[in-house]
């Protein structure tokens, strides 16, 4: 079956310490994308990538960072900078106009 | 920046009813979709529907869509317990879909 896969499901991180998150696809889509979610709040976009070895900048960019070696994959790095990284990351995928593909999410939490 | 504004944030009805929600934008749309969201999982997309089309339906689902009003709505007839979740509009210009802040959605048997 075709879908996009998000790991981990619950990740903690110490105060200054960088995590990666995972997202992968196999739906052969161009564009994928990173969201935030806090709680009881919409959707905020931290990066964009239209194809491949290419990425732009979304409206919460800072402290975070992206690499789209591949298609399939799209990795999220939260950096030391990014000061209140506790939220729920959702990584999406699409394909020309239509709709997204939603990753089920990583649960991101400092301890 | 969110484009979308939803209306109402939170809605609590009876099974069977019929839910209506709202979707406000402010910039011109290449198409506007509707999103669900049950709790702590990804969305899931509900419904697409393009800037040259007034109305659509899936299912229990009827989208409408108002280009001079900048504004969509979303109507779930006979609701359902299962309905319970956040559906979130999302407006897509150029190159990505901006959404919006939800309506958390109750269905109370």
């Known amino acids: 079956d075709g879908g996009i896969t998000q790991s981990p499901k619950y990740l903690f991180r110490k105060e200054g310490q960088n995590v990666t998150l995972s997202c992968e696809q196999n739906l052969n889509h161009d564009a994928m994308y990173w969201y935030r979610q806090d709680p009881g709040q919409g959707l905020r976009l931290i990066y964009y990538s239209q194809i491949v070895n290419d990425f732009q900048k979304g409206d919460i960019a800072e402290g975070y960072s992206v690499s789209r070696e591949k298609k399939e994959s799209f990795p999220l790095t939260v950096t030391s900078a990014q000061k209140n990284p506790t939220a729920f990351y959702l990584c999406a995928s699409s394909s020309g106009t239509d709709g997204y593909t939603f990753g089920s999410g990583t649960r991101l939490t400092v301890v | 920046s969110q484009q979308g504004e939803e209306d109402p944030q939170a809605l609590s009805i009876q099974e069977g009813e019929n839910a209506t929600m709202n979707c406000s934008y402010k910039?011109?749309?290449?198409?506007l979709q509707w999103y669900r969201q049950n709790s702590g999982r990804g969305l899931v997309h509900l419904i697409l529907i393009r800037s040259n089309e007034r109305e659509k339906h899936s299912g229990r689902l009827r989208v409408t869509l108002d280009t001079s009003k900048k504004s969509s709505s979303l109507l779930i007839t006979a609701s359902r317990a299962a309905d319970t979740a956040s559906y979130f509009c999302a407006t897509r210009g150029a190159q990505k879909l901006v959404f919006g802040q939800g309506t958390r959605l109750t269905i109370n048997p």
């Open positions: 910039t011109s749309i290449n198409n």
